[in-house]
């Protein structure tokens, strides 16, 4: 008694072999270009949110020199820098001992340094969070019998500053520290 087996049809290998290979190709897809991928956009979002709160920061540091004080007005932050001429003049020189250009700002990842940057973090479009402090000095003069002449209040408003990444990239600044005044959470 012979038995005969039947093959399988040729179709059907063909299919099967075309069915692996397009698995195999989204397998590497997703588990080795898509997340090195995404770690890329990640790092390029952090460094550009960085980059602009440091622009950000040598803006405010340029303001608190013209007026003496902080802003949290990030629009006339911004027209602060695109006006001002002690501004421009400062991004245009160059020291003369060095050579080297005595401009402030440094320069994005994606390309030169543009005032409009600063409102925005490049990853989520979300408007970056700046803030300025308000301190109450309180002053009591006393006379040596122990009875209250006078209370002074002083308020006092921009003395320190923070700007905040909304996408969780780090903060320049301290609201409540003059010792991190214009230190990034990541120096």
Not at 58 to 79: C, M, N, P, V, Y
Not at 84 to 97: Q, R
Request: hydrophobic content about 40%; overall charge negative; aromatic content about 10%.
């Amino acid at each position: 008694m012979s038995t005969k087996s039947k093959s399988e049809p040729w179709y059907i290998h063909a299919i099967l072999y075309v069915v692996i290979i397009i698995l195999t190709y989204l397998l590497i897809d997703v588990a080795i270009i898509e997340p090195n991928y995404v770690l890329k956009m990640e790092k390029f979002w952090k460094e550009e949110s960085r980059a602009r709160m440091i622009n950000v920061k040598e803006a405010e540091i340029l303001w608190e020199g013209k007026f003496g004080r902080f802003t949290d007005d990030i629009d006339s932050l911004i027209q602060f820098v695109k006006t001002d001429e002690g501004v421009a003049n400062l991004m245009a020189s160059v020291d003369t001992v060095t050579g080297r250009s005595k401009n402030p700002f440094i320069n994005l990842t994606g390309g030169e340094f543009i005032p409009d940057s600063l409102y925005l973090s490049p990853k989520s479009g979300k408007p970056f969070i700046l803030k300025v402090d308000t301190t109450t000095n309180v002053d009591t003069v006393i006379n040596r019998r122990g009875k209250i002449i006078s209370v002074d209040t002083v308020i006092e408003i921009g003395n320190l500053w923070q700007i905040e990444c909304p996408d969780g990239y780090g903060k320049v600044g301290d609201l409540f520290s003059e010792a991190l005044k214009n230190t990034a959470s990541w120096e």
